[in-house]
């Protein structure tokens, strides 16, 4: 079973899976700075920031089991 880690170098892998995170990280960011202060103060940011780890968590595995 391949990925999309399959045929790339080990410095592609790891350039690619920190495009990830960046995104990962730039979405959160752009959807936090759109909200109004009413819809920020409804916001369960624990929550929001487990949803953010557990993410990047899960390409940073897929990318140890399936990279070079």
Partial sequence: MSNEYTGLTHREANALMRSKIIAIAAETIAEARSMSPDEWSGRD???????IAG????????RLRGGP
Avoid: R, T
Wanted: glycine share 0%.
């Fill in 45 to 51: 940011v624990p929550y929001w920031s487990d949803s």
């Fill in 55 to 62: 993410a990047i968590y899960y390409v940073v595995q897929n």
